[in-house]
């Protein structure tokens, strides 16, 4: 079905900086609203930051001024830049796919880490 390939997490110190990528087929990306939500063990995902076909976004409060959503039609691909990264940034980001006709599709999960 419907693939998502997430890339870009990994370890850093608070500070550093992450950008994760995640790319969907060509044939729904266009017409689809992206999201970025992360989950931490014990806790429940929480949307993240979000983008809608037309580009326009929309983020959680504990990121704004430091996250930046984007996307790149032409590579099917959209961006999450994290820049001044904090430890309770640390969680397993995944990104979500839906489409104009309302279904949900997820991608594998990419492990963010930050501390000392």
């Known amino acids: 079905q419907v693939q998502l390939v997430e890339s870009g997490g990994g370890s850093v110190q608070p500070g550093g900086s992450l950008r994760l990528s995640c790319t969907a087929p060509?044939?729904?990306?266009?017409?689809?609203?992206v999201g970025w939500y992360r989950q931490s063990p014990g806790k429940q995902r929480e949307l993240v930051a979000g983008?809608?076909?037309?580009?326009?976004?929309n983020y959680a409060d504990t990121v704004k001024g430091r996250f930046t959503i984007s996307r790149d039609n032409a590579k099917n691909t959209v961006y999450l830049q994290m820049n001044s990264l904090k430890p309770e940034d640390t969680a397993v980001y995944y990104c979500?796919?839906?489409?104009?006709?309302?279904?949900?599709?997820w991608g594998q999960g990419t492990q963010v880490s930050v501390s000392s």
């Open positions: 979500k796919i839906r489409p104009g006709w309302g279904d949900d599709y």
């Open positions: 060509r044939i729904i990306f266009s017409i689809s609203s």
């Open positions: 983008i809608t076909s037309s580009g326009s976004t």
